[in-house]
């Protein structure tokens, strides 16, 4: 008997036979994610007794792909605790955060490697992107009559392609359309600016979903890990309107544009199957929305606010401390923090020279980040600050305007790989390869100054930029690889050839 695949919203998904179960990251509450900011749409909270029950009387193997709140649910995790046959497996990352916090809530947890298998009935394999503070996996599950690739949040673009090779022919495919980031929509940019911004993003994420349905092929594909709405903060939010939180209406509208149409839609709770919903669902209604939130609780405003600016100090010291003696390049920029009208309301960690200042006029270059006391006191508590910085509850300000990884890092990172995140960056390999691009060859660095990735993969637009496969960051081979919106390069160089001698890389 063939092996039964049901979508319970978000990005969970079952997988069942006659007497085992694959619970997939099931984020199934009512209290959403990120201090409640980020909730589940369509709604999804109501199902969970039902997704306990299906989990009831099999062997239950629950697979966390990476830690972010909307995968990593604690409230529902908790419930399966009593489970006598439930084990959870998730990727051997470097962070052990995961591994500890399944231990608190008293879950057996069991890690996996890369390439690594699990299951019998049910089988599994990871594929892992551990880099800095990015962990994340995807994840291939096989059963009777089944063969799903699960790739959620994560990024491996650059790796579908022999992935292809070696999975072969797949069911279904899965990856997220919808954004997952505070920029643009948090910082403070023209409206104009901040739409055009939000355009590129979707349309960069949305093409990397077509390159991913158009090599691995699928016989159906099933769009997931996204959207959320936001139905206490910004309204814009939902709107689509300057964000990059777009719903499968927009989804499905470019994919039929280009040729796909085998895209299912299931709805939370259903089976998914070739006779699956093939409409797509809409984002909520204002009406949705407002009645939501006669509904829910606002948990963000039920957190408790124990500011005090000492106490933040010390934590921000303590961070500066675990990256002392690293040296970081010129133009590094400060980030500041800011909670109030007073002069005083103000922390600087400048991280070239390695200090904390009262600065209350910020000089360029500099990240400023504004937020009431009850932000910047989760980040000296136990809250992971990129859980605490998806919470979308912060205002951020550039000057000038231009992404930095060290600095995004420095906001991002556990204290636990903090260090060990900016070093990896810093001393990514060297290794070049040569591209060629309408006849003309150039010599560039493999690796994106991003977050590393395989360049090798890269595509190039029609105006002469070399597109990563991960992230759609641009390098102008027409400016030496130079990435117009970061400052960051791939040191591209023309190569004039001699008669009779292939280009070669270094």
Known sequence: MNAELTFWGHN????????????????????GAFFGSWHQWPP??????????RCAGKALRIFLTHEHQDHFDTSTLALFATHPRCTVTIPAYKDKFLLKALGALRLRAVELAEGETAGDSIGLRVFIDDSGINHDCAVF??????????????????????????????DYYSVQFSGANWHPACFDLPADQRRLLARKKVLSKLRNVLTGVKLLAPRHFLPAAGPAFFPFLDPALNSGDGTIFVHQDELDKY???NGIRATLYPRPGERVAPDTNRTPIPGPTREDIAQYRATHRDVWQELG???SKERFAAVLQRRLDLIAGISLPPGTPSVAFHWGPSADDWLLADLAGNQLMPSRQPAAPC????????????MCGDGRWQDIVLSMQARVQRMPDVYNTLANIFLFADESNLRQSLLQNLNLSKERIVIEHRGQKYEINRYCPHQGGDLAYASIDDDMNVVCPRHSWRFDLACEGMC???GMSIDAVKL???????????
């Open 484 to 486: 117009k919106t970061s």
């Open 141 to 170: 599950v096989q059963a009777a009559g089944l063969r799903f690739f699960n790739q959620n949040d994560c990024k491996i673009f650059d790796r579908l392609r022999m992935l292809k090779a070696e999975l072969g022919e797949i």
């Open 496 to 506: 004039v050839e001699s008669p009779g001698e292939p280009a070669t890389a270094k």
């Open 305 to 307: 606010d124990s500011f």
């Open 44 to 53: 999804n909270g109501h199902l969970r007794d039902q997704v306990i029950a």
């Open 367 to 378: 990240v400023i980040v504004t937020a009431d006391t009850r932000y910047f006191s989760l």
């Open 12 to 31: 969970c998904f079952l997988v069942e036979t006659d007497t085992d179960a694959l619970l997939i990251d099931p984020w199934l509450n009512d209290t």
């Open 255 to 257: 994919l039929v544009q």
